[in-house]
């Protein structure tokens, strides 16, 4: 067997143990009896387009849930959705309005989320970007796969307007299938208040820049398991969004690179030699090259499959064509190589209008290296 053939076969392989994994995939165990309350935390930046494209589909979320508490937390730099928020909330008794204060955290969002949390009695705690539509019954879905209240949940969002956000985050999908790589995303995440307050988790946001990620690394390293709830899906549009595809996945991916670690660096690594591999079979051998090819569309069905069943949920948001969604797919496996190389050589992100350097000493400090 020659080593290209011997190569395909390791693609297929992987292949089939991504797939049996989503099959696999267990439904949610079921939310515990009696009833259980949840307080939503939604950090705000600003006032911007995706916020008041939301406000009316977030008062259809608060008046279905009354046992929900939501709590929006404004930056104290520019809480200019206030007088939209008031206006649309003012009249709902499960809505909270809180402005941050200052020297909480390095980060306005994570300055927020440690305001939205004080006083916290409720037996859970949710976390939601305003940057994608919610589903029905979004809050009990996550509750629904804590497993009775001892893991954490996490959920993700589909792009429904771009080709190449689509690819990218549906390669973040696979890793929600996988109980080793999966982590939180705080777009949509919920915690045990138990859990929350144990960890001191709000101790951890005031000493870093994100928010998701290091909240990960204390409960892998607390044991806590973290749950995904694919019912939990929202969508996005990033039509809504003034930065590009590149700049979008070179925040990810920086923020990946500190977040993570070596867990990241494992993952880039990957990638590349899967990329490597596939364009060395191309040009040396082709029909090895057609099995992995076809290995690596498998799983790109796969994914666009589950992401299909998320979109299904919103009937009034029209999807990219699946054409150009295979394009998309395609244009970010031969990008990702050097997407990842670029996030090695920088440490500077800009996020909502502000620049963050990701410094070394600055990510030691605040135990985000692995």
């Known amino acids: 067997m020659s080593v290209q053939v011997l190569l395909a076969l390791v693609l297929v392989a992987e292949t089939i143990v991504i797939l049996a994994r989503q099959l696999q995939h267990p439904p949610p165990p079921g939310e515990r009896a009696g009833p259980s309350t949840t307080r939503v935390v939604i950090p705000l930046i600003g006032f911007d387009d995706d916020l008041a494209a939301n406000l009316l589909p977030l008062l259809t979320h608060v008046r279905e849930d009354r046992s929900t508490r939501w709590v929006f937390a404004l930056s104290y730099r520019d809480p200019s959705a206030e007088p939209a928020l008031r206006e649309t909330f003012g009249d709902e008794p499960n809505v909270e309005i809180r402005l941050s204060r200052p020297g909480g955290a390095p980060s306005d969002k994570n300055n927020n989320m440690i305001e939205g949390t004080?006083?916290?009695?409720?037996e859970f705690v949710a976390?939601?970007?305003?940057?994608?539509?919610?589903?029905q019954g979004f809050v009990g879905n996550l509750r629904e796969a804590s497993v009775g209240g001892t893991a954490a949940v996490t959920t993700l969002n589909v792009y429904a307007d771009d080709p190449f956000r689509a690819a990218w985050w549906g390669r973040e999908l696979e890793d929600m299938f996988d109980g080793q790589?999966?982590?939180l995303w705080g777009g949509g995440m919920l915690i045990p208040t138990a859990i929350w307050t144990a960890l001191r988790l709000s101790d951890v946001l005031s000493c870093h820049i994100h928010d998701d990620l290091p909240i990960t690394r204390t409960l892998r390293r607390a044991g806590v398991p973290i749950e995904f709830a694919p019912a939990a899906m929202g969508i996005s549009h990033a039509a809504r969004h003034p930065d590009s595809f590149l700049s979008w996945a070179h925040r990810i991916s920086v923020l990946g690179r500190f977040g993570l670690g070596a867990a990241w660096r494992r993952y880039a690594l990957l990638d590349a030699a899967r990329f490597c591999v596939v364009l060395w079979l191309v040009m040396t051998a082709p029909l090895a090259a057609s099995l992995a090819i076809v290995a690596?569309?498998?799983r790109w069905v796969a994914r666009d499959r589950l992401a299909a069943a998320a979109a299904d949920r919103f009937?009034?948001?029209?999807?990219?064509?699946?054409f150009r969604r295979a394009i998309g797919a395609a244009a970010?496996?031969?990008?990702a190589p050097a997407i990842f190389g670029v996030a090695?050589?920088?440490?500077?992100?800009?996020?909502r209008g502000i620049e963050y350097s990701m410094t070394k000493n600055a990510a030691s400090a605040a135990g985000l290296e692995g």
């Open 181 to 183: 790589r999966r982590y």
């Open 315 to 322: 009937p009034s948001v029209p999807r990219t064509p699946a």
């Open 296 to 298: 690596l569309a498998a």
């Open 127 to 135: 976390f939601v970007d305003i940057d994608h539509e919610l589903p």
């Open 118 to 122: 004080r006083g916290l009695t409720e």
């Open 332 to 335: 970010v496996f031969c990008l």
């Open 344 to 351: 090695v050589l920088t440490r500077r992100i800009r996020y």
